[in-house]
Nanobody, 126 residues
Framework: EVAAAGSGGGSVQAGGSLRLSCVVS????????MAWFRQAPEKERKFVAG????????VYSDSVKGRFTISRDSAKNTGYLEMNSLRPEDTGVYYC???????????????????WSQGTQVTVSS
């Protein structure tokens, strides 16, 4: 059985950095697409960053482009989201998602992912 577990959230001042981790157990996930989504208070969950299944190409939402980096270490079955120059508007609950059958055009679609972590809270104060 595949499971995903996220960690690394916390509270930081604006301009600070955090790194989120997501361990996907049960299978090697080097052939999976993975992504990070976040949900701000009283808002819908939104796509933040994605890593394509086969090419390893990355894609980001406009709001985090240039500040966040998604990556994975296949040997550790772990994905990461490096977040720099954090802003108060980055506050929210962050979820990682992984899936073996995500086509490139669906990289930002929640419905494309089979496995989800529990959320991890990120709070950025001004």
């Amino acid at each position: 059985e595949v499971a995903a577990a996220g960690s690394g959230g916390g509270s930081v001042q604006a301009g600070g950095s955090l790194r989120l981790s997501c361990v996907v157990s049960g299978r090697t996930f080097n052939t999976y697409a993975m992504a990070w989504f976040r949900q701000a208070p009283e808002k819908e969950r939104k796509f933040v960053a994605g890593l394509y299944r086969t090419s390893g190409r990355t894609v980001y939402s406009d709001s985090v482009k240039g500040r966040f980096t998604i990556s994975r270490d296949s040997a550790k079955n772990t994905g990461y989201l490096e977040m720099n120059s954090l802003r108060p508007e980055d506050t929210g609950v962050y979820y990682c998602a992984a899936g073996p059958s995500v086509i490139n055009s669906a990289i930002a679609s929640e419905a494309a992912y089979a496995y989800w972590s529990q959320g991890t809270q990120v709070t950025v104060s001004s």
